[in-house]
């Protein structure tokens, strides 16, 4: 009943900043957690940053200081600032979120995803 659409990849040189964004869409009654999570060619898919309904983030430590997740909620939207980007951010990202829907079950959604590449 949610769709999750994301934007804001494309290529970016090591040191410069990019911003992605996820709209979720659809018939829901209420969204939870939602966060960005990355699959570097090759790797394992691993959690970038999580952002509870009421605002509280979560990070992956590494990336701690650099990279920072925000919420609208009115816009039902998710964005991820990344700065100070290093070549081996290269990875698809992905938005997740957790919801209920009409009917109050628990649910979870994965977008399709947004290539971020980060050139040396």
């Known amino acids: 009943q949610v769709q999750l659409v994301e934007s804001g990849g494309g290529l970016v040189q090591a040191g410069g900043s990019l911003r992605l964004s996820c709209a979720a869409s659809?018939?829901?009654?209420?969204?939870?957690?939602m966060g960005w999570y990355r699959q570097a060619p090759g790797s394992q898919r691993e959690l970038v940053a999580t952002i509870a309904s009421g605002g509280t983030p979560n990070y992956a430590d590494s990336l701690k200081g650099r990279f920072s997740i925000s919420r609208d909620s009115a816009k039902k939207t998710i964005s991820l600032q990344m700065n100070s980007l290093k070549p081996e951010a290269t990875a698809v990202y992905y938005c997740n979120a957790n919801y209920r829907d009409m009917l109050t079950r628990s649910l979870e959604v994965w977008g399709q995803g947004t290539l971020v590449t980060v050139s040396s």
């Open positions: 659809g018939t829901f009654f209420s969204l939870g957690t």
